[in-house]
């Protein structure tokens, strides 16, 4: 089955830079759009950003221009470049794989199937 292991938390500057990372595993067969989510304490599950295999890349507008999701097949990884930070940026972030691709709201989180542990991260 595929399993997904995020890295790269932490805490960072406000306006600073940082990039998460997640390992993924399992037949590439099964997944074809992967995303980052985040959640903070009270608050539903987010969608960030997505790289679907159809649609391409979808972003939150509030974090458009400041963000790259992108992956490196070589690596089995996902990546989630972070620039320009700003506090409401903090939370946990969550990476996760669909086995759909096209999804009709990619920033739902109920259209994935596989997630990480999360990992948390802080601008301060």
């Known amino acids: 089955h595929v399993q997904l292991v995020e890295s790269g938390g932490g805490t960072a500057q406000i306006g600073g830079t940082l990039r998460l990372t997640c390992l993924i595993s399992?037949?590439?067969?099964?997944?074809?759009?992967y995303a980052w989510f985040r959640q903070i304490p009270g608050k539903a599950r987010e969608g960030v950003a997505v790289?679907?295999?159809?649609?391409?890349?979808t972003y939150v507008d509030s974090v458009k221009g400041r963000f790259t999701i992108s992956e490196d097949n070589a690596k089995a990884s996902l990546y989630l470049q972070m620039n320009d930070l700003k506090v409401e940026d903090t939370g946990v972030y969550y990476c996760a794989a669909a086995a759909a691709a096209g999804l009709d709201y990619p920033l739902d989180f109920a259209g994935y199937n596989w997630w990480g542990q999360g990992t948390q991260f802080t601008v301060s």
């Open positions: 790289l679907d295999r159809i649609v391409g890349t």
């Open positions: 399992g037949p590439t067969h099964l997944r074809n759009s």
